[in-house]
C-alpha cells in the first residue's frame, strides 16, 4: 500500500512529466551531475555524457569522486547508475541541485569494516561492485526521494530514516 503523502508527491510529478518527451529526432539531453562528498569535502560538476555517448574522461573523474574515502581505491562505475541520479533529481523537480553522496565505492575491507562497526550493511554490498550509492538530496525530504527511487523502478531503494539518507542501486527492484 502506498502511503497517501507519496501519491500527494508524485501525482504532480508523473503528470508534468508527460510533456518532457523529446520531440522526434531530437538528440536526448546531455547528462550532467553536481555532487557533493560529505566525508571528503569535495566537489564535483561534470557532464558524463553527451546525448547518448559516455565520455570516458569524466566518467574517470566521477569514478575518482566517488573512491572509497577509507582506502582511496576507486572503481569504474556502471554509467547508468549516473543517469539513475539524473532522472532522480528530475523525478523531484531539482534538476542540477547538488546531490550529497554518503557512501559511493566501497573495498571489501570497508565494507566488512562498516559490517563490523554498524547495522544493515549487506555482505555482499553492491557497493563493492560500483552499482549503489548513498545519497541525500538538500531540500527534499528522504522519504520524498526515496518515493521517487522506488516510482522509477530501476534498481534496488533503502530507507534510512534514522540516519537521513536513501541507497539506490542497480540489482533487481527491490525495497528495505
Same mark, same amino acid.
Given at each position: %500500500?502506498?502511503?497517501?503523502?507519496?501519491?500527494?508527491?508524485?501525482?504532480?510529478?508523473?503528470?508534468?512529466?508527460v510533456?518532457?518527451?523529446a520531440?522526434?529526432?531530437?538528440?536526448?539531453?546531455?547528462?550532467?551531475?553536481? %555532487?557533493?562528498?560529505t566525508?571528503?569535502?569535495?566537489?564535483?560538476d561534470?557532464?558524463?555524457?553527451?546525448?547518448t555517448?559516455?565520455i570516458?574522461?569524466?566518467?574517470?573523474?566521477?569514478?575518482?569522486?566517488?573512491?572509497?574515502?577509507?582506502?582511496g581505491?576507486?572503481?569504474?562505475y556502471?554509467?547508468?547508475?549516473?543517469?539513475?541520479?539524473?532522472?532522480?533529481e528530475?523525478?523531484?523537480?531539482?534538476? %542540477?541541485?547538488?546531490?550529497?553522496?554518503?557512501?559511493?565505492?566501497?573495498?571489501?575491507?570497508s565494507?566488512?569494516?562498516?559490517?563490523?562497526?554498524?547495522s544493515g550493511?549487506?555482505?555482499?554490498?553492491?557497493?563493492m561492485?560500483?552499482?549503489?550509492?548513498?545519497?541525500?538530496?538538500?531540500?527534499?525530504?528522504?522519504?520524498?526521494?526515496?518515493?521517487?527511487?522506488?516510482?522509477?523502478?530501476?534498481?534496488?531503494?533503502?530507507?534510512?530514516?534514522?540516519?537521513?539518507f536513501?541507497h539506490?542501486?542497480?540489482?533487481r527492484?527491490?525495497?528495505?
Amino acid at each position: %500500500m502506498v502511503p497517501v503523502r507519496s501519491w500527494l508527491f508524485l501525482f504532480p510529478l508523473l503528470t508534468a512529466s508527460v510533456g518532457v518527451a523529446a520531440t522526434p529526432g531530437s538528440p536526448p539531453p546531455d547528462g550532467r551531475l553536481r %555532487m557533493f562528498h560529505t566525508h571528503t569535502g569535495e566537489r564535483l560538476d561534470v557532464v558524463y555524457r553527451r546525448a547518448t555517448a559516455y565520455i570516458p574522461e569524466a566518467l574517470a573523474q566521477v569514478d575518482h569522486f566517488l573512491r572509497d574515502h577509507r582506502t582511496g581505491d576507486v572503481h569504474h562505475y556502471d554509467p547508468h547508475l549516473l543517469d539513475l541520479l539524473a532522472d532522480l533529481e528530475t523525478a523531484v523537480g531539482r534538476p %542540477m541541485a547538488e546531490i550529497q553522496i554518503i557512501c559511493g565505492y566501497r573495498t571489501a575491507w570497508s565494507n566488512n569494516f562498516l559490517r563490523i562497526h554498524t547495522s544493515g550493511v549487506a555482505e555482499h554490498s553492491l557497493h563493492m561492485q560500483a552499482e549503489a550509492i548513498d545519497i541525500r538530496l538538500p531540500g527534499i525530504k528522504t522519504w520524498a526521494l526515496r518515493d521517487a527511487a522506488l516510482a522509477l523502478h530501476r534498481g534496488g531503494v533503502g530507507y534510512y530514516a534514522k540516519s537521513d539518507f536513501v541507497h539506490v542501486d542497480l540489482g533487481r527492484v527491490r525495497r528495505w
